[in-house]
């Protein structure tokens, strides 16, 4: 189901955790809420659930107003960080839980309860342990029950906080790839909040980065690696480096040194120019160029990460090249950005 | 290389703290002393007094009378306190008001006045004419020098057994089991009643047994609101005291030695499903 | 919010999501409107009319009751009691949590089992197993008394029956402290050159001062005020074996009322400070242990 945020604001005492914040979010899409702890991710995602309710604003669930309903109303799904799994039912009534307790008009015979918890078991890959409790099943077993607990309701949309946060690395991309799998074979409409960008960007139809409160920048994995509209996306996406640069003339210099880079249609003034480490050309010489010396310079993987003192700069700039330039440190080197952004203040 | 030497009998564990000889050795000398022997004491005097006899003893109609009052009060006044420990709990726990605190340190008076003194003034408020008696004796409700007395002296003396072990597991539940009832579109009486209630249910088993051991055991309090009639109201601990009284050794080891039993059986038997609901669910109290 | 007198215990959030995780305003008040008339019934009046009847004749029938010379013996034997009683178990309790708390060994679990015992056992029982092992049928019996040596119906039987009883107090709130605690702080002042008693000193016995104080103060509570026990070995003679206890229901039973409330005026006064004391002491002991938790 299709979900609309519409100028959501919401307080805690005196400071705002979101500020007029809007979001659609399509039907069937699977959309990753990210940023930093403290960006108002999670508070944005219980205010979907309706474990939060908003200062100011509505949230639709298609063309109903959800914002006027509790959140037993809402047919949601939440996975919890911890699971929350109750720990005094086996997976079977953990998972039947919800269809359990509805009112006896909506409540499906039980037949029907179990069957539909058991093919939800058989989904998260758990089958055989219907008879298990929460405190007999490993981390990443209990995320599933979790999972399969949150779609026994068949939910408008399917919420899920920090889903693979408690659990080791190896497990982690596992999973990810996983509920990858299920999200294509059910076609809930899902919503996850992390704050680990690899895991937003290989996993989700669609990022929302959020800082303060507010939402950065709204696109695909892509569009947000690739064109980043702010600073804090920018710097809060993969690596990148910042210089404090001067447009003139349609060209960038670094103090009184033209950096052979042509930005034609910029505001002159001052900028902070913004680019990734392996976004650049390595040049012979420097007609034009940023050139430093080598001060750091280490092997990871295929690629050599260098790290320069650029001249007219007291700022630590680094590159990545190719693994078998050599660059021991003391060699300088020249080179000129060539995917680069300009933010200014 | 490792070379794996064989497990030797260790009676405890390599430390450089000091003093665990000394430390033990008072522990093991004084619990012998004041504990041990006289307890064996009461064992080795009632196996003197051979089976049949001691059978005698135990199945006097009294003394089963007696019993049978002592336990069922205690059980029926632990049940009490389980329902109003956890209401107490619950609502120390959940909630904010004025004068929490106060009755929070309250729910310990009957761990620190003396049985004595509770006795009498359950009883003067509970007589006929007392505070609260003279409002029951019109609706035919007769507590004190009945058996309800001894069940009313029962659940002041339990009550802090319940609300002390339920209130620090309370105060732990997570928030987010409660969140994920609601999420799955459960009522608030239903996550109370299936998610909350249930969890507790270690703590509550707990809490129940040791008010309930307390109340078996129990004499000062109880025995000024009793009335003390022989087969109708008189407790087990009291027809030891009258036993004593008649220097009726036999009789009185007797009664104690079953009581002993009966309650050593039910805090194993208690210990046994605590030690279960660890293994199943994680978790005990 | 903040005029809500019965906030949910997390406040900060709006009305309806107090739904989901809190009941609605009508169940909390009848909650803790109906634990309050518990708590009332049950634990308040209790203590109220101890000190209403002690003073229905006014003041001076109560100084009167008071000044009573067996009373005072009464008072006087009760603290004697304790004085001994409650030493003896702090020291008893001490050793036992160090044992415990600070060492690994067999049969650690079934050593603590041990300690818990005089709890589950009735007070009337802890008595009698002194009259059987010191009674005049006893095996004891004979030979103390062809020496002289009285326990029962005396000072010694009655201080035996109230460390029985009151065992546990002390070591059961050092357990946990101490094991809580751990060994390290322990383990570094040994390694700077502390022995084991200054280690003790000056390390270990800062840190568990206020659980210390705590077990001290309930172990003297249920010593002065320990009945049942102390009513089987003691006799009942008046003026020299009548602990306070034993004294209000002597006066209770003489149907002197204002003289037994009298006396438990001054138990239910011990009781309160107790209470108080406590519950100071559990506003400073969280934070200690919070403190320790931190790092």
Same mark, same amino acid.
């Given at each position: 189901m299709e979900v609309r945020v519409q100028d959501i604001r919401k307080d805690f005492g005196r400071f705002p955790a979101l500020d007029k914040v809007s979001l659609d979010i399509r039907s069937g899409e699977l959309i990753a809420l990210l940023g930093p702890s403290g960006s108002g991710k999670t508070t944005l995602l219980r205010l979907i659930a309706g474990l939060e309710s908003p200062t100011d604003g509505t949230i639709f669930f298609g063309d109903d107003d959800a914002s006027k309903k509790t959140v037993q109303e809402r047919n949601i799904g939440f996975v919890f960080q911890h699971y929350a799994l109750f720990r005094h039912m086996t997976v079977i009534d953990n998972v039947a839980f919800g269809l359990k307790v509805r009112p006896s008009s909506r409540r499906p015979a039980a037949a029907d309860i179990r069957k539909r918890a058991e093919d939800l078991i058989d989904l998260v890959q758990l089958g055989g342990l219907e008879k298990r409790y929460p405190a007999q099943l490993s981390g990443g077993q209990r995320q599933r029950v979790a999972l399969a607990r949150a779609m026994a309701v068949e939910p408008n949309v399917l919420l899920l906080d920090e889903p693979f946060g408690a659990l080791d690395a190896q497990v982690r991309k596992e999973l990810r790839r996983w509920l990858r799998e299920i999200h294509d074979r059910t076609g809930h409409t899902t919503v996850f909040v992390t704050h680990d960008q690899d895991e937003a960007l290989e996993l989700a139809d669609r990022v929302v980065v959020m800082s303060k409160g507010r939402i950065e920048q709204v696109g695909t994995p892509d569009e947000i690696y690739d064109t980043p509209n702010s600073p804090f996306v920018f710097g809060f996406i993969g690596q990148s480096n910042t210089l404090p640069v001067r447009v003139e003339n349609g060209q960038l210099w670094l103090e009184d040194r033209s950096i052979g880079v042509s930005a034609p249609g910029e505001r002159q003034g001052p900028a902070e120019l913004y680019f990734r480490p392996h976004d650049i050309d390595l040049l012979d010489g420097c007609g034009g160029c940023l050139a430093g010396v080598v001060t750091l310079s280490r092997r990871v993987a295929g690629t050599r990460h260098v790290e320069l003192d650029i001249a007219g700069s007291t700022r630590r700039i680094e590159i990545e090249l190719p693994s078998d330039v050599a660059a021991t440190p003391g060699t300088r080197i020249a080179f000129r950005p060539n995917r680069w952004r300009l933010f200014r203040s | 290389m490792t070379i794996s030497l064989p497990q030797r009998w260790q009676f405890r564990q390599p430390s450089v703290i000091p003093?665990?000889?000394?430390?033990?050795?008072?522990?093991?000398?004084?619990?012998?002393?004041?504990?041990?022997?006289?307890?064996?004491?009461?064992?080795?005097?009632?196996?003197?007094?051979?089976?049949?006899t001691f059978w005698t003893l135990a199945t006097d109609q009294r003394t089963l009378n007696a019993l049978k009052i002592s336990f069922g009060t205690a059980f029926l006044a632990a049940l009490a306190n389980v329902v109003f420990g956890v209401l107490l709990a619950w609502v120390l726990v959940r909630y904010r008001f004025f004068g929490r605190r106060v009755i929070d340190a309250m729910v310990d008076l009957p761990f620190a006045l003396p049985t004595a003194v509770a006795g009498i003034a359950l009883t003067t408020l509970y007589a006929p004419n007392g505070w609260i008696g003279s409002l029951l004796t019109p609706l035919g409700l007769k507590v004190a020098f009945t058996p309800l007395g001894i069940v009313f002296a029962l659940i002041f003396v339990g009550l802090p057994f319940v609300v002390r072990t339920v209130q620090p597991i309370m105060e732990e539940i997570d928030r987010e089991v409660e969140e994920a009832a609601a999420t799955l579109g459960a009522t608030r009486f239903q996550t109370v009643s299936r998610v909350l209630l249930p969890g507790l249910a270690p703590a509550v088993l707990t809490g129940f047994a040791l008010a309930f051991a307390r109340g078996v055991g129990e004499y000062g309090s109880v025995i000024f609101i009793a009335g003390n009639l022989p087969y109708v109201s008189e407790i087990a601990p009291l027809l030891i005291v009258i036993r004593l009284e008649e220097f009726n050794y036999p009789a009185a080891t007797a009664i104690a030695a079953v009581m002993l039993i009966i309650s050593f059986v039910m805090l194993l038997v208690i210990n046994s499903i605590q030690a279960w609901s660890r293994r199943r669910y994680g978790y005990g109290a | 919010m903040a005029h809500d007198a019965v906030a949910p215990a997390s406040s900060g959030t709006s009305e309806m999501v107090r739904s989901a995780t809190s009941e609605s305003r009508l169940a909390r008040y009848g909650l803790i409107a109906l634990s309050l008339a518990f708590v009332g019934l049950f634990l308040v009046l209790p203590l109220a009319i101890v000190f209403t009847e002690a003073l229905r004749k006014g003041p001076g029938a109560f100084f009167e009751a008071i000044a009573d010379?067996?009373?005072?013996?009464?008072?006087?034997?009760?603290?004697?009691v304790a004085a001994i009683a409650v030493p003896l178990n702090l020291v008893f309790g001490i050793a036992a949590a160090w044992a415990i708390a600070k060492f690994e060994f067999k049969g650690k679990a079934f050593l603590t089992t041990l300690i818990d015992l005089p709890f589950s056992v009735s007070p009337v029982i802890s008595? =009698?197993?002194?009259?059987?092992?010191?009674? &005049?049928?006893?095996?004891?019996?004979?030979?103390?008394?062809?020496?002289?040596?009285?326990?029962?119906?005396?000072?010694?039987?009655?201080?035996?029956?109230t460390v029985f009883v009151t065992f546990p107090f002390v070591a059961r709130e050092l357990i946990p402290l101490m094991q809580e605690q751990g060994t390290s702080d322990e383990e570094a002042a040994l390694s700077l050159?502390? &022995?084991?008693?200054?280690?003790?000193?000056?390390?270990? =016995?800062? $840190?568990?001062?206020?659980?210390?104080?705590?077990?001290?103060?309930?172990? $003297?509570?249920? @010593?002065?005020?320990?009945?049942? @026990?102390? &009513? %089987?070995? &003691?006799?009942?003679?008046?003026?020299?074996?009548?602990?306070?206890?034993?004294? %209000?229901?002597?006066?209770? $039973?003489?149907? $002197?009322?204002?003289? @037994?409330?009298?006396v438990a005026t001054l138990l239910a006064l011990l009781a309160l400070v107790t209470l108080v004391i406590k519950s100071l002491l559990e506003f400073k002991f969280s934070a200690q242990i919070a403190a320790a938790r931190k790092h």
């Open positions: - | 003093g665990f000889g000394l430390a033990l050795g008072v522990t093991l000398s004084w619990l012998i002393l004041v504990i041990l022997i006289p307890l064996s004491g009461l064992a080795w005097r009632s196996s003197t007094l051979g089976w049949s | 010379p067996e009373t005072w013996a009464a008072i006087r034997l009760t603290l004697l008595g =009698l197993v002194f009259v059987l092992l010191f009674g &005049s049928h006893s095996l004891l019996g004979p030979w103390l008394s062809s020496h002289g040596i009285k326990v029962l119906f005396a000072v010694p039987g009655i201080v035996l029956a050159g502390a &022995s084991g008693w200054q280690t003790f000193w000056y390390v270990t =016995l800062p $840190n568990i001062k206020w659980g210390l104080l705590y077990g001290v103060l309930l172990c $003297n509570a249920r @010593a002065m005020g320990e009945f049942g @026990a102390v &009513s %089987v070995v &003691s006799g009942h003679i008046r003026g020299m074996t009548n602990t306070m206890p034993l004294q %209000v229901e002597i006066l209770y $039973n003489e149907y $002197n009322f204002i003289g @037994a409330f009298a």
